[in-house]
């Protein structure tokens, strides 16, 4: 099994930053594809972002493209979010999530695909 746990959550004023961290353990020496998904209170989850085992295949929901950016460091076993430009509307719990998946694949952009999830990390921007 793999196991995912998220960091970096936190509040922040509305035009700040953060960064999220997802780190795997268990059988880490698997290929991953990961991605970044987030649920505000009431609605329903959705992708953030995605990457692929070898970071040449991303994906960014329409609404944070520019601002959001999805990176992963697989020697550590992390997965990044760097949110830039925060709004309030970007307030949520965000989860990481992973499939295993070959080394050329691409990155699932299905929240039904991905297998793995973490426990979730609040990020609340206020205004």
């Known amino acids: 099994q793999v196991q995912l746990v998220e960091s970096g959550g936190g509040l922040v004023q509305a035009g700040g930053s953060l960064r999220l961290s997802c780190a795997a353990s268990g059988r880490t020496f698997s290929t991953y594809a990961m991605g970044w998904f987030r649920q505000a209170p009431g609605k329903e989850r959705d992708i953030v972002a995605a990457i692929s085992w070898r970071s040449d295949s991303t994906f960014y929901a329409d609404s944070v493209k520019g601002r959001f950016a999805i990176s992963r460091d697989n020697a550590k076993n992390t997965v990044y979010l760097q949110m830039n430009s925060l709004k309030p509307e970007d307030t949520a719990v965000y989860y990481c999530?992973?499939?295993?998946?070959?080394?050329?694949?691409?990155?699932?952009?299905?929240?039904?695909?991905?297998?793995?999830w973490g426990q979730g990390t609040q990020v609340t921007v206020s205004s």
């Open positions: 999530a992973a499939v295993r998946v070959g080394r050329g694949g691409p990155a699932p952009r299905l929240e039904h695909l991905y297998d793995y």
